[in-house]
């Protein structure tokens, strides 16, 4: 399966980079850097020795902010400690690695740079860069209730997979447009109109060509690791709750279906059972509700790695860009948008958004420039990925790892993981205060699950942090 699902509540995060140097806020290390109020663990073992029990020591004062001036560490210390971890049984016979300056891009050591591998979900770092440069980052994905034909209402999906049943959280991401809402605002027009009995229909336009992919293992969609992909859906088409839930086959009919419920709350009674049909042109809108920002959806799903909401993601920007939104555009359209950033995507082959389908192909090297372009100075519209991914022993899919380590609260990263497949692609801060951009991508790992690979990429990404190689 692609990296798990962990939802885990997240604190709005600002990385200040200008000038080419680093100011980073952290203060409770919700961000990688030097200022910290977090315990500080003894140095780890060395690479690839796995670390040891660190004890939990008293908590520091808050330190200054990371320096530009910080030396870079030797190449060819570090191209030795890349060497030990490719030739590490754990990690198999096909492993891609780079390592580059995150001020300079400069490359500090690789294995295969250039050459694809199986990504697995650190796929989902080309839609995140995409959404944010094509997509203003206050960008929000409506769902509307419009007039129909003769009595009936439209239900019309913006794009929405997050909707809640009942009321929104103007607070939460998951949730943040309610189905309540958008039932009291449409029942209130009917009623002053004098109409309490209407029939629904349901338009999922906005979306085409199938709703599963091929390319997904059926036992992946079973088990609840991703939804049929539409135009609207309530909780990300869950049946009920749960880290893998079973899905709803159709979420947009299930939808309806909620909000019919919720009409007749309101008093409005909806006659049989909704069903697909093509909203009129200019037809006259009785309620609409809004999605959380794009912004903060890019957040979700790197922070979550959620599947669904990532292919949602990469088909809004198919459609922004003029394309389908279908699989082959959305996967078309994130890696023409990577491309458009000067990014070379030479190599590079997409099936899906979220890296759980079987065919797609990524060098470590495109995946190290999203990184370090997240960071950059020049980009600050993508300072939502950079603070987006997943801290080292405290939030997201790596809420798990790293956490005996000094490595703690000093690595962001994008996970991935998929059978015979383990990966990991983001920054670290090492011990001269030097920003470190890598990526890691190991596609022919031995039967045995994630464990070894997972403990052995991270032993190699914890010396990379307590390196300092000069």
Known sequence: MASGVRVVATTALVVLLAGGAYATADAYDVVPGMVTLAPVPAPPNPFPTA????????????????????P????????????????????????????????????LASNAPEVPHIPAS?????????????????????????KGAAGQLVLVGGGDMMLAAGAGDPTAVDGRAGLADLAAQVAKGLKLAGTTTVSLGVDDTLFSGPALSPTWAAS?????????????AVDVAKIKAGEYPPRYPDPSLAAAGQLAARLAEQGITVTGTPSRVTAPAGAAELGVVQSAPIADVVQYFLHTSDNTITEVVARIVA????????FEAASKAVL???????????????????GLGAGSALPPQLLVDLV???????????????????????????ADRFTTTAARGLVRAKTGSLPHVTSLAGTVVDADGRLLAFAVLADQTPDGGQLAPRATIDAFVTTLQACGCR
């Open 51 to 70: 670390p040891g029990a660190v004890p939990a020591p008293a908590v520091t004062a808050l330190l200054g902010a990371l320096d530009p001036a910080a």
């Open 72 to 107: 870079a560490p030797s190449p060819a210390q570090l191209q030795g400690m890349v060497a030990a971890l490719v030739a590490d049984a754990r990690m198999g016979a096909s492993t891609g690695v780079v390592v580059v300056d995150g001020l300079t891009g400069d490359v």
């Open 122 to 146: 650190t796929a989902k770092l080309v839609t995140a860069v995409a959404a944010l440069t094509q997509l203003p980052a206050s960008t929000t994905l409506p769902t509307r209730v419009v």
């Open 220 to 232: 992946d969609i079973a088990a609840g690791y991703v939804a049929p992909v539409t135009a609207l």
């Open 319 to 326: 459609v922004h860009m003029g394309l389908p939104g279908s």
């Open 336 to 354: 023409r948008a990577a491309s458009e950033l000067g990014l070379d995507t030479s190599g590079a082959t997409l099936v899906d958004a979220s």
């Open 372 to 398: 370090r372009l997240s960071t950059s100075p020049t980009h600050p519209e993508l300072r939502e990925v950079a603070t987006g991914m997943p801290i080292a022993g405290l939030s997201g899919t790596l």
